[in-house]
């Protein structure tokens, strides 16, 4: 069987992009299937810091096909900054590269939209957006009416249909705002439809049937690695709503994300930071507003990837991340980012909530009794090594060693692997991994040829 995903289990920004970039080289495709420019990657490669939003970290080694499936909504100036960043670093995109024509695009209506309404959500606490028109766009995309996707630009009713969504956004979008210039900018048609002609001449050559290519490679037993984008504790249908994204972010995204079957994914492996983070408004349970957190945010250099801002940083949560593990269907575990944790007294692991008196260990289905969910906490020693240049779990501390299990324990299933540091090679596999195969090769290749 050829698949296997890769699925952030908290709050985003799990370090998924190191465990992608390791994992490229086992895999032929490499698909992104939801959200959008709202997500950042970091990965190191060679020495050299890359970052990407919409392109899968996959385009810096030779021999790899990138697919952007439809699931995913493309801002094209986004797209293009990438593709000429890439390409300016030396990256040749090329045939590489393919997006669906099935995308929905990201216009400058939706990002005015979304920075319009994320202060007015559910009683004042506002969502915290990227504002990168995320919501707007797939809100769009299911209401249908004012939507339009990649392959539309190659229509030849392409300039009537901007030129009717432009007049109907300008008047829907006027009654929202207080009117001013500064909250709802002017869209003038004629300018928008001449950017978007620019941009779809130069995004033609990576405009593809994605759907059908990744159908017939499965069916000829090509190797695909879907990457996850956010994490399952975003995603719309199943994460903490309303302070969620606006894709289906968990496992249960794929299939509907990139159109290809969850019957074709074989290995599932859900990600989880050694500790929580999450960026923008929701509930944390387990967040510390203290020396705790500051260690957490400056060891674990917690700031975003896209819009910079400072993550709030908490304790492991156990019960969100087993409801996320059995919800994405992973069957085994990363832990990243476990180095940070290093020079901590003790630290501490929820493994229920109290809520209203009762004892829960069930992830709350409603936000406002997670917002009353009072962690219950089990305390284990910390350590107090710096871990960056271990390479084996015997090399661990036996503290270090003993946390790792526990996650383990408490999500029910197997750590396959551990992270000590960005760089690809502080990476450790678990030998104990169940299963047989193992998650990685034992001496990842160079980035790139
Ligand atoms: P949106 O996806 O921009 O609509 O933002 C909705 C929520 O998801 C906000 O709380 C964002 O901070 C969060 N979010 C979106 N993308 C990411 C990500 O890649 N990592 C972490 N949080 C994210």
């Known amino acids: 069987m050829p698949g296997t995903c890769v699925i952030g289990l908290q709050w985003g920004d799990e370090a998924k992009g190191k465990l992608v970039d390791i994992l490229t080289e086992q895999h032929d495709i490499v698909v992104r299937y ?21 392109i899968p970290s996959g385009i810096l080694r030779d ?10 909504v493309l801002d094209p100036t986004a797209a293009l900054r990438e593709i000429d960043m890439l390409e300016g670093r030396g990256v040749r995109v090329g045939s590489k590269l393919l997006l669906s024509d099935r995308t929905h695009l990201v216009f400058p209506w939706h990002v005015a939209e979304d920075r319009l309404l994320d202060g007015s959500v559910s009683g004042g606490e506002a969502i915290g957006t990227t504002g990168r028109g995320i919501g707007p766009c797939y809100r769009d995309k299911v209401g249908r009416a004012l939507a339009i996707r990649l392959g539309d630009l190659y229509r030849p009713d ?17 009654g929202v705002g207080d009117g001013s210039a500064a909250t709802l900018p002017e869209f003038d048609a004629d300018s928008i439809l ?26 000829a037993g090509r190797r695909l690695l879907f990457e996850g984008a956010q994490g399952t504790l975003l995603d719309v249908d199943h994460g ?19 159109g290809v079957p969850g019957r074709w994914i074989d290995r599932s492996i859900g990600v989880v930071k050694a500790y929580s983070t ?29 819009t910079q801002r400072p993550r709030r940083c908490g304790w492991f949560d ?34 229920a909530y109290e809520i209203d008196g009762r004892t829960v260990t069930n992830f709350p289905s409603h936000v406002d ?58 990476t450790i596999p678990c030998d104990h991994h169940e299963g047989g195969q193992r998650p990685w090769p034992r001496h990842p290749a160079p980035a790139r040829a």
């Open 240 to 258: 903490t709503y309303p302070y969620v994204t606006s894709s289906n972010s968990s496992g249960l995204g794929v299939g509907t994300g990139s």
């Open 369 to 426: 009794d997670l917002r009353r969910a009072q962690p219950v906490y089990e305390t284990l020693p910390g350590w107090p090594e710096d871990l960056a240049g271990v390479r084996t779990m015997a090399g661990l501390p036996a503290a270090a060693r003993r946390y790792i299990e526990r996650i383990g324990g408490l999500l029910g299933r197997p750590v396959s692997i551990v992270s000590v540091g960005p760089d690809r090679a502080q």
């Open 278 to 306: 999450r960026v923008g408004g929701g509930p944390l349970p387990t967040e510390q507003d203290n020396a705790v957190g500051i260690h957490l945010r400056e060891r674990g250099n917690e700031y975003g990837t896209v």
């Open 63 to 72: 021999g790899v096909t990138c697919v952007v499936t439809g699931g995913v």
């Open 34 to 54: 939801q959200g959008g420019a709202n997500a950042g990657h970091t990965v190191v490669s060679g020495g050299e810091t890359w970052k990407l939003s919409l």
């Open 318 to 351: 156990a019960v969100a991340a087993r409801y996320a593990a059995r919800l994405s269907g992973v069957d085994q575990l990363a832990v990243m980012l476990l180095d940070v944790l290093g020079g901590l007294d003790e630290l501490r692991i929820c493994i």
């Open 158 to 174: 392409f300039p009537d249909r901007l030129r009717h969504v432009v007049a109907l956004k300008q008047r829907l979008l006027g």
């Open 194 to 219: 001449a950017d978007t002609r620019r941009m779809a001449a130069r995004l033609e050559p990576y405009v593809a049937d994605t759907t059908a290519f990744l159908l017939d490679a499965v069916e």
